[in-house]
């Protein structure tokens, strides 16, 4: 069975720094991998994903994430953190027609 | 386009008494998820549904909860005899296809048991 582990429950960067959340699964079979942000009592906004192709994905608001096979991971970047961005963002993975494993999340603090 | 509507946005339930979540999808979307949210704790999947079937109950606890997805109307989640552990955001999500890999999220629906 598929799993989703995000190191970090808590990130704080400061504003215009280097963002970077990470995220590693275990999957049996190529897994499709996904990036939400959720901000505080909303929904779930999907930033990014990877299918298939292109291991470097390009999301909203200025985000990537880069799949790594042999390290089976799925890390979040984004050159420069702006105050909007401060929010809680969650991995999952889909294997298969599973429904989709999330990660715990990682609470992401932007300081001015 | 509307997007996954959910109602109501917060429930104020006492021990014992019933929940009923409800969750329009995205117009033309055929297929509903519902997860839930515990405190510090990410979503955790219960229940794929298409038009009047149940595909998938899995992370469905065995008793008091149910779900449906009628022919016309909203999905509805319902919670019998709710106790103070069924407090949670639950969300639904809708997606016009099979294979899971375009779901769109409702705001959820916020569930306090008192």
């Known amino acids: 069975a598929q799993s989703v582990t995000q190191l970090g429950s808590h990130v704080s960067v400061s504003e215009g720094a280097l963002v970077l959340l990470r995220c590693n699964y275990s999957?049996?079979?190529?897994?499709?991998l996904f990036w939400y942000v959720q901000y505080p009592n909303q929904g779930l906004q999907l930033l990014l994903k990877?299918?298939?192709?292109?291991?470097l994905v390009k999301g909203i608001n200025g985000f990537e994430a880069e799949f790594k096979k042999s390290e089976t991971s799925f890390h979040l970047t984004k050159p420069s953190a702006h105050m909007s961005d401060a929010a809680e963002y969650f991995c999952a993975v889909i294997e298969g027609n599973t429904p989709l494993v999330f990660g715990k999340g990682t609470r992401l603090s932007v300081i001015a | 386009n509307a997007g996954v509507m959910q109602n109501p946005r917060h429930l104020v339930r006492r021990r014992g008494q019933e929940a009923r979540l409800r969750c329009s999808p995205m117009?033309?979307?055929?297929?509903v998820y519902w997860y839930r949210q515990l405190p510090e704790e990410g979503l955790k999947f219960m229940v794929y549904?298409?038009?009047?079937?149940?595909?998938?109950e899995s992370g469905m606890p065995k008793e008091r909860f149910s779900a449906e997805f009628p022919k016309e109307g909203p999905s509805i989640l319902r919670i019998q005899q709710v106790v103070r552990g069924d407090s949670a955001a639950y969300f639904c999500?809708?997606?016009?296809?099979?294979?899971?890999?375009?779901?769109?999220f409702g705001p959820g629906t916020r569930l306090t048991v008192t």
């Open positions: 990877y299918t298939t192709g292109a291991t």
């Open positions: 117009k033309g979307h055929s297929h």
């Open positions: 999957s049996s079979v190529p897994p499709y």
């Open positions: 999500a809708s997606s016009p296809r099979t294979g899971g890999d375009e779901q769109y």
């Open positions: 549904l298409q038009k009047e079937n149940i595909i998938d």
